[in-house]
């Protein structure tokens, strides 16, 4: 009598045992029919896409930025509070340049008010030429300071939002900037939670994550970002960091500047003038 | 005089919904109700014989179920096989990715082979369309007696290797949300212990619920050895996962950080229901109370079984409260740290309570469908009639 087990494995008896032989061949078809199905069909999932991938040139990085110049360019952005006046005419430009949908903000502008008392208050600064809201009246005899503070994604080198992505949408161009691939997006949002600066949306009219690009589109025909290109005041400064003699070079050598959120070891390549920490 | 609000201008979206609370739920109940039944296919604890084959089918109900929350969240749900196509190795959700398709093969491997004796012996016993299906089932594969002791230490090795993926698997879901450095709420180092301890609880009380339901429903009373000890297991994953999320909030209070402001402001206010009364008291306090009745051995088995049905089903609340104050409340307070945004959920749509409620209850049909087709009960689920 041959030995057998029950279900769960453990002793009892069985009658109808085939021969081991005939068994072991079983199996041993069974498992290599498995195997025959399994690598086939990682076969055909897979090769289609590394092959179009090789075709198209595809990388993490996209096929969509070649090296402006010979040498790999670093770029920079400096915002500097001494010079804004909250216009907004940069908002309006950007939703303009770049299809933001309303509700979402690829930038803004703060508005930062200390008061002698020690507190602060912080408002939206509203689009140019938009009437929905203005902002709040305060009176002058209670404020010790006030400013305003651009806005816009930092182009981090070391991007959390970019570091959670996982499909490599999310991906650095050669020149450094963060960008974001349309096509591969998913819409998870997981980027959207990771990005300390609430930079990042969901644009509802594409289903994808959007964010400024720093007007890359615009970079790469030797043009500035549109908000750099309004402001009436030059409180937005874009420009090689690698050319001593660009203007954004001369002006961080020259006035002290900072990121949001050090401590978060983000690297932030967009750089602040005249914030306090209040700014985050 | 105190800072007035606000909000960053895209935060009033709240990104993640209520698809994002139940994708670790789920993904917690697959892996707590597998771990009961390693318990039993790896470790040889008897007394949870009569929920092995629940269990273990639990788990993969709940498993082919898991990753539709996140795909009615997607955008581009058509995409979704970026994630594995071209995934990327620094993230956590595409890491995610591979780590569930292990435990899919695992658990998928060792049910089949569990009731493989009964399928092939169906195939052979069973005429018409019922025999094709059968067969279908056993691949056309006999089994003989030596057959079913290689298959008896497969199993056990599938069990025993399944615990660590489904803690990973558990544990990992957690990890999701801390490797969000930016947000204090989430970013803590217990978050991933805190969702696999968790994860336990509900497998184990998901168990409880569905095994006595199940009891009644066919008219026969369960096993009182296998409910009593379901019952203190839940009762210790329960007072360790409940200490380990109050040492965190207690740790983030005791170090008072330059966050811990809008965290306080974010439990006293926006949380009160959910957390302090929905995941302390109903979810927390009331079951351990009620599950402290399993170690009392005088207490009348039918009593015990509804003392700890009615605390399992509020540990599921609690679990199911505690995923949404993680995933939502660290949602409702802006990147700015100086202002809160609103949340409900709709009705209707793909991220809407309807399509919530179908979500956890498909599980439970293929449940019953499987419970249709394989033999999850032989005899020994049951100790004697309800009516006796």
Redesign the interface.
Known sequence: M?????????GC??A?????SD?IG??RR?LANVCTVTLGAVSL??LP?VSADDESGYS?AGDVAKPLDARSPVFGFLVDTEKCIGAGKCLSACRVENNVPE???RT?V?RYVH?K????????VPEAGYTGSELPVIDPDRVARAYFVP?LCNHCDDA?C????????SFTSPEGFELIDAE???????C???????????NSDT??ADKCTWCYHRVKRGQSPACVEVCPVGARLFGRLDDPESEISKRIAKIPTHVL?EH?GTHPKTRYAGITPEV? | ????T?V????P?V??SIMIVLYPYLSGLVAGTFVVSAF??GLHFEVL?PV?RLALTTSLCFSLFATLP?LL?????E??F??V????A?????VF?FVYSVYMLLLTVEIWL?????IVERA?SRRGAARLFYRALS?S?????????V???V??LLALLGIPVACLLSGYVGF?FR?????PWWSTSLMPVIFLVSAMASGIAALVVLYIMICWCRGVAPEARCVRSLCRCLWIFLVVAVSLELLDIGHMAYESGSQWGVIATLLKEHLAVSYGLVQLVIGSIVPFFLLLAAFLPKFKPRLMTVLGGTAALLVLVQVFAMRWNVVVG??LF?????GFVEYSVPWTGREGLIAAGVVLLLPLLTLWAAANVLPLW?GSNVSKSLHD
Request: proline share 6%.
């Open positions: 041959c030995k057998s087990t029950n279900d769960e494995g453990r008896t069985g109808s045992c085939l021969r081991k068994e079983s199996r069974f999932t897979i896409t993490a509700g979402s903000h803004w703060e008061f008392d020690g507190s602060v208050q912080v408002d939206l806005k959390p970019n570091q959670v992505c996982p499909t490599h949408a591969r997006c998913i819409g998870c949002g997981y959207v939670e990771a990005c300390p600066y609430g930079a990042r949306f969901i289903g994808t959120k978060l985050i | 005089m105190p800072d007035a606000f960053f201008p895209n935060d979206q990104t993640w039993y296919y014989k092995a996140l969240h997607l955008h581009h749900p995409r979704a970026n994630v196509i071209t995934p990327s620094t993230s956590a959700m595409a990715g569990v009731f493989r004796p009964s052979d691949l594969v006999q089994i003989s007696d030596g057959g079913r002791a298959d008896a230490k199993i056990r999701l490797a969000i450095k930016g947000n660290g949602q802006s990147k700015s740290f100086r032989d």
